[in-house]
């Protein structure tokens, strides 16, 4: 038996293995010596990081890591902490409806995509190229009704196109100022590279025939090549040199919202309710304020509720994070969690994604909960991936936790925490939830990309910067409902005032939006 998390992480180094905390706490509370180098054995060659599905006995359920505690019986009103398991049939028959199954769901809901699956194992470094270039294919299809477009190898290999208009749609692999004050951008499609140039209209001699409005297009361009990052796909229409080495832009579009996009309403009354960042076992957690929308819950007339990640706070997320927990324990925060579920209303449908905070792998996209954590959940409770695109009565709900507005606010100019509905048009307009490889959103590379939005959804629904944001887009309702954790000390640090115990409510007939904030004695509406 290791010492220390740091001698059981040091061993797994030596083995040329990261590791994840959850093999780390278990090797801690096994008090098995051997269980160490039995995992290593375990472990596929190809594999980077260790996984609690290395375990051995982990697949076939021989072994379960202990939980350092006396499991709550059925028959306990559980009341420990945050919450506890709900005891309404002391029979010992369900409470909940008969066609509830977490597996079978009714007519009206649909996982579009982002059905649990199995984790994969370690990324080839070829999976980078399928990744990117699916990406691209998606995109440019979409880009394809704004023109023709040309390979870029057709403009740098010959010189049928030099001093021509042309059009291409490439990647961004590369964007920065001149020297001068303008923006060039290296863009890339699968054939070859070029540069863009993109001209600063106010460092340009003025003229009395200069045409007003063309300087007003010219501006506009310029700004938006300033919001231009790594990884988005753009068509460019523009002048190719007399090199062929770099094109003057005029125009540039993004795959974006068709402004005329007409979102799908319920043909049946039906309402969902919406909300994120729960954040059990954290001392912030917002207990009372939790069982006030609990009891809301019963007769506010919504049939669904979406969780959009980090129901609990988790294990080592950030430095010192054991010293603002008030349930140290990751087995516990997601039972406790659980008990939380079991006192909502029985004939309610709960959909839960995971976020960062929670115990699955980090890298997007995240796989669904696994079994180990969850299997306190009522069977009213389904579980998909994040991002998972769900249809209830027709209307498309694209849940996604929200990583990646760290990196989109840290890009984009005049872009801020506090406004999160204005990250998620920048999402829309580029249709990709995370952009930017190899900033602070870890992205996993595979033969598809789940991050391009498409088909697109009516609802947007997000979670992270535990603000609330509100926006319709081209037809998109865009929320953020905010969190059930009051100020953390590192919010404190960023000066970043969360807006806590708030739900939205959308109307899936009309689409209507309300949003309640629960921090007083009664629910109250927020203007919006």
Same mark, same amino acid.
């Given at each position: 038996?290791?010492?220390?998390?740091?001698?059981?992480?040091?061993?797994?180094?030596?083995?040329?293995?990261?590791?994840?905390?959850?093999?780390?706490?278990?090797?801690?509370?096994?008090?098995?010596?051997?269980?160490?180098?039995?995992?290593?054995?375990?472990?596929?060659?190809?594999?980077?990081?260790?996984?609690?599905? *290395?375990?051995?006995?982990?697949?076939?359920?021989?072994?379960?890591?202990? !939980?350092?505690?006396?499991?709550?019986?059925?028959?306990?009103?559980?009341?420990?902490?945050?919450?506890?398991?709900?005891?309404?049939?002391?029979?010992?028959?369900?409470?909940?409806?008969?066609?509830?199954?977490?597996?079978? !769901?009714?007519?009206? &809901?649909?996982?579009?995509?982002?059905? /649990?699956?199995?984790?994969?194992?370690?990324?080839?470094?070829?999976?980078?190229?399928?990744?990117?270039?699916?990406?691209?294919?998606? !995109?440019?299809?979409?880009?394809?009704?704004?023109?023709?477009?040309?390979?870029?190898?057709?403009?740098?290999?010959?010189?049928?196109?030099?001093?021509?208009?042309?059009?291409?749609?490439?990647?961004?692999?590369?964007?920065?100022?001149?020297?001068?004050?303008?923006?060039?951008?290296?863009?890339?499609?699968?054939?070859?590279?070029?540069?863009?140039?993109?001209?600063?209209?106010?460092?340009?001699?003025?003229? /009395?025939?200069?045409? +007003?409005?063309?300087?007003?297009?010219?501006?506009?361009?310029?700004?938006?090549?300033?919001?231009?990052?790594? =990884?988005?796909?753009?068509?460019?229409?523009?002048?190719?040199?007399?090199?062929?080495?770099?094109?003057?832009?005029?125009?540039?579009?993004?795959?974006?919202?068709?402004? $005329?996009?007409?979102?799908?309403?319920?043909?049946?009354?039906?309402?969902? #309710?919406?909300?994120?960042?729960?954040?059990? %076992?954290?001392?912030?957690?917002?207990?009372?304020?939790?069982?006030?929308?609990?009891?809301?819950?019963?007769?506010? %007339?919504?049939?669904?509720?979406?969780?959009?990640?980090?129901?609990?706070?988790?294990?080592?997320?950030? +430095?010192?994070?054991?010293?603002? !927990?008030?349930?140290?324990?990751?087995?516990?925060?997601?039972?406790?969690?659980?008990? $939380?579920?079991?006192?909502?209303?029985?004939?309610?449908? &709960?959909?839960?994604?995971?976020?960062?905070?929670?115990?699955?792998? %980090?890298?997007? /996209?995240? +796989?669904?909960?696994?079994?180990?954590?969850?299997?306190?959940?009522?069977?009213?409770?389904?579980?998909?991936?994040?991002?998972?695109? #769900?249809?209830?009565?027709?209307?498309?709900?694209? $849940?996604? *936790?929200?990583?990646?507005?760290?990196?989109?606010?840290? $890009? &984009?100019?005049?872009?801020?925490?506090?406004? +999160?509905?204005?990250?998620?048009?920048?999402?829309?307009?580029?249709?990709?939830?995370?952009?930017?490889?190899?900033?602070?959103?870890?992205?996993?590379?595979?033969?598809?990309?789940?991050?391009?939005?498409?088909?697109? /959804?009516?609802?947007? *629904?997000? %979670?992270?910067?535990?603000?609330?944001?509100?926006?319709?887009?081209?037809?998109?309702?865009?929320?953020?409902?905010?969190?059930?954790?009051?100020?953390?000390?590192?919010?404190?640090?960023?000066?970043?005032?969360?807006?806590?115990?708030?739900?939205?409510?959308? =109307?899936?007939?009309?689409?209507?939006?309300?949003?309640?904030?629960?921090?007083?004695?009664?629910?109250?509406?927020?203007?919006?």
């Amino acid at each position: 038996m290791q010492d220390s998390p740091t001698a059981i992480t040091r061993k797994f180094l030596q083995a040329n293995l990261q590791v994840h905390p959850d093999v780390v706490l278990t090797v801690l509370e096994s008090q098995d010596p051997t269980l160490i180098d039995a995992i290593i054995k375990n472990v596929p060659k190809d594999a980077l990081v260790v996984l609690p599905r *290395h375990i051995p006995g982990y697949v076939n359920e021989r072994y379960e890591p202990p !939980l350092p505690h006396t499991p709550v019986k059925e028959d306990s009103a559980g009341t420990e902490d945050e919450g506890g398991s709900d005891n309404d049939n002391a029979e010992g028959e369900s409470p909940y409806p008969n066609e509830f199954s977490r597996f079978d !769901l009714p007519e009206d &809901i649909e996982i579009l995509a982002g059905s /649990p699956s199995e984790l994969n194992g370690g990324a080839e470094y070829t999976d980078f190229a399928y990744y990117f270039r699916n990406r691209y294919t998606k !995109l440019a299809k979409i880009l394809r009704g704004r023109g023709e477009y040309i390979p870029i190898s057709a403009l740098t290999q010959t010189v049928r196109y030099r001093k021509q208009q042309v059009c291409i749609v490439g990647m961004v692999s590369e964007v920065r100022n001149t020297s001068k004050g303008h923006r060039i951008a290296v863009l890339e499609d699968p054939t070859d590279t070029v540069n863009v140039l993109f001209m600063n209209p106010q460092l340009q001699a003025a003229s /009395p025939n200069r045409d +007003p409005e063309r300087d007003r297009m010219r501006q506009e361009l310029f700004a938006e090549a300033e919001r231009l990052i790594p =990884d988005e796909v753009v068509m460019i229409k523009g002048t190719l040199s007399d090199d062929g080495n770099i094109i003057y832009s005029d125009t540039m579009f993004r795959p974006d919202i068709p402004p $005329m996009n007409a979102p799908f309403r319920s043909k049946e009354p039906a309402k969902a #309710v919406f909300i994120s960042d729960v954040h059990v %076992g954290s001392n912030t957690f917002l207990k009372d304020e939790w069982e006030r929308f609990s009891d809301w819950l019963v007769n506010c %007339g919504a049939k669904y509720l979406l969780i959009a990640g980090d129901v609990v706070d988790g294990i080592g997320i950030y +430095p010192d994070q054991d010293k603002e !927990l008030t349930i140290p324990n990751i087995y516990r925060q997601y039972e406790v969690f659980a008990g $939380m579920l079991q006192k909502l209303p029985h004939d309610m449908r &709960i959909i839960v994604s995971p976020g960062n905070h929670d115990a699955i792998r %980090g890298s997007e /996209p995240q +796989p669904a909960l696994t079994e180990i954590f969850t299997k306190h959940f009522p069977p009213n409770v389904t579980l998909v991936e994040n991002p998972a695109l #769900v249809s209830i009565h027709g209307v498309r709900v694209l $849940m996604y *936790h929200g990583r990646s507005y760290d990196d989109l606010i840290a $890009m &984009i100019p005049g872009a801020s925490y506090n406004e +999160p509905q204005n990250m998620m048009e920048e999402m829309l307009k580029r249709r990709l939830l995370a952009c930017t490889y190899g900033e602070r959103t870890p992205i996993f590379p595979a033969k598809e990309d789940k991050l391009v939005i498409d088909p697109i /959804p009516e609802i947007l *629904h997000t %979670g992270h910067v535990h603000i609330t944001g509100y926006k319709k887009y081209h037809g998109v309702t865009c929320i953020n409902a905010g969190t059930w954790q009051s100020q953390t000390s590192f919010q404190k640090q960023m000066n970043i005032n969360p807006n806590p115990a708030r739900a939205f409510m959308i =109307d899936l007939k009309t689409l209507s939006c309300e949003l309640y904030d629960f921090s007083g004695d009664s629910p109250t509406l927020v203007n919006l």
